[in-house]
């Protein structure tokens, strides 16, 4: 299926489960003149003042690889863009590189239309200076909406970040530059060590993990409270649990041990995963995609359905325990 393709059957599934509209694509380039994306519901993204759309396309899964002829990442990228996901997330060590790049074959031409987030993992003033001067060259852009610094800890040295030479003046410096507009934190070990880093520093945004299993609880119990309080952007990630999306029907469930990856004894579909975390007072949510169709599945589960209630996100919780 081309993307031609794609948007049509995309257009006609969504349209039978909405009446809400298509809408005009703002700052459009003169490669998607005329075009127009589907109405995917829109939220604000925190203190930022800025709407998003509440699917970000992840930067990992076939956002990582390098193009084949079976898997072009960038006509994916394009796509989603086409059906109304206006937000890209990714990181220089997504791929070693290869995610940025492959947006990068996109923002050429519509940079105007994304929402654009990247991350640094490293610490120090230089290293992450250096860092986002690679990641821009990736991205073939000059600025960005959103950095974010990459990975929280449970072991972090938070007292090393607000050096002379660590990493927030860097942060600090690039904002002010308006090399980016606003910055953010992420990480997915430790909700303690989550919620330290938003007591300890002014961030605009969180992304962190959210999703229906017990061990991703003290998120939602201990981070999610003090984002708010703080009107922070909150993006949630893992939707499906991770890497290996075992909480989402139809996938292997692998119960691996180490903590970057969930699995429960039961799985729920990808759509109603992704209406429990947008039921959760949050900005946008992050969903890893690897084909037209997993982009399809995504787009008609935030146009054709409401998010889940306080009792059905309990419900799915149990069914998953």
Known sequence: MDRRQFMTTLAAAVSVGTTRAPVSIAGE???SKGRKRLAIPRRVLGKTGVKVSTLIIGGVGGMKQAPTAQLDPAEMANAALDAGIDYFDTAP????????????????????????????GNRSYDGAMKEVETSLKRLRTDRLDLLQLHGVGAKEDFAKWGKPDGVMKALRKLKEEKVTRFIGVTGHESADAMRRAIELFDFDTILTTFNPVVRRGPFQELVLPLARKRKMGILAMKVMGGGYGSLALGNPIKNDPIWY??????????????????GLPISAAVVGISSLEHIGVNVAAVCNARPLN??????????MS
């Open 29 to 31: 380039s003169a490669a």
């Open 93 to 120: 060590s997504y791929g070693a590189g290869q995610s940025e790049t492959n947006y990068g074959r996109v923002l050429a031409t519509r940079r105007n239309e994304v929402f654009l987030a990247t991350k640094t």
């Open 310 to 319: 306080a009792k059905e996100r309990e419900r799915l919780e149990k069914h």
């Open 261 to 278: 990856h969930d699995a429960a004894p039961r799985q729920a579909k990808p759509e109603t995963l992704i209406r429990y975390v947008l």
